[in-house]
């Protein structure tokens, strides 16, 4: 396997897990335009481009790795350029994540509740919500990163021990 198709691959994996699988489905929806417009605003006001950056910082270290691990010698000067291209193309596609995003809000919420929505992260509460949104979102991650590992190796234990009491030789 060459380190190119395991980022590909892996680069892949991250876009379903970190955009909670925004599907053709969503993208194609037809929705009013108003409706559209308060969903725009919403993430606008949720600061979505900002949760977008985050989410590149919290990606880039993972593909920073697997680059280390298929090419333990690659030279720092390349993981640096590849840190800088991977975050430039991401970026350029923010767009495109959040015109997604909007697409999915409008088909599930009313624009009364995306309104409400806008008028609570418009208070002091809602602000200080948001403020606090990026600390959490890092430290929920790394929780949710540690959890899966862990439950991920008792489980294929525990697979791996049954398979063999029903004779499977693994």
Known sequence: MTMWYAVRRSLTAVFF????????????????PSHLAVAKELLQ???ADQTMDQMITLILPQQVAAIKMLRPDI????????????????SRHKGEFIAAAAKTY??????????????????ETGRNFLDAQPAMMGELTKINIAMATQISKSAVQEAVRQLKKEGHDL
């Open 75 to 90: 030279p720092k000067k390349a993981l640096d350029r590849f840190a800088e291209l991977f975050s430039a193309a991401f």
């Open 106 to 123: 409008a088909r599930h919420l009313s624009e009364a509740d995306m309104k409400n929505a806008i008028a609570f992260y418009n208070t």
């Open 17 to 32: 897990t970190v955009f909670f699988g925004l599907s053709a489905i969503a993208q194609d929806a037809e929705v009013k």
């Open 45 to 47: 006001t949720m600061r």
